[in-house]
């Protein structure tokens, strides 16, 4: 996902440049699904980056513990600024557009996905999860085990909430 961006530096502040990647790509674990929309804005320094889409990626639920696929929102923008108008003593932490003036997305695709994934992953929202005595996954299964008793020192607590609940 890189772009030769050099007419661009030289275009005047504010001319805009829209790509639509159409194929779908992998980075690292992600399927960016085809339909990335990458839209690079001339700055004063530098080029403002636009990216929309939507991804597909693996994990594993948080309840029952199966693996499954799940779409994830790609959206996020970042400056990139030419590694040529760079002190290299300055350290500065920026997404860089190389000597050859070529800007790479994948980075800023990458992160821009893993900040629009969910913390706690679950499979649906209805998963049922699992056993905590057996272990039997409770989206496939009935358990029949019998029902847990509750530690003796939580029966006040369940005495003044029975009423409420």
């Known amino acids: 996902m890189r772009y030769n ?5 030289l275009s005047p502040t504010g ?3 829209k790509f639509q990647i159409e194929s779908d790509s992998e980075i690292e674990d992600i399927l960016v699904l ?3 929309t990458v839209s690079m804005y001339k700055m004063h320094e530098g080029i403002w980056v636009d990216i929309l889409g939507q991804g597909k990626m693996e994990a594993i639920c948080s309840r029952c513990v199966n693996e499954f696929e799940y779409l994830v929102d790609i ?3 970042q400056q990139y600024i030419s590694v040529l108008d760079i002190d290299p003593n300055q350290g500065l932490d920026v997404f860089l557009i190389d000597d050859r003036h070529e800007l790479d997305v994948q980075e800023l695709v990458r992160q821009s996905a893993i900040v629009g994934d ?10 049922r999860g699992i056993c905590a005595q057996c272990g039997i996954r409770l989206n496939d ?3 029949e085990c019998i029902e847990r008793t509750t530690d003796p020192r939580w029966d006040a607590l369940i005495e003044l909430t029975k009423g409420e609940i």
């Open 34 to 36: 085809g339909g990335l």
């Open 75 to 77: 959206q996020g923008e």
């Open 15 to 17: 001319t805009s440049s």
């Open 5 to 9: 961006v050099s007419q661009l530096l």
């Open 141 to 143: 299964s009935v358990c």
């Open 118 to 127: 969910n913390v706690k992953k679950l499979c649906s929202d209805s998963c």
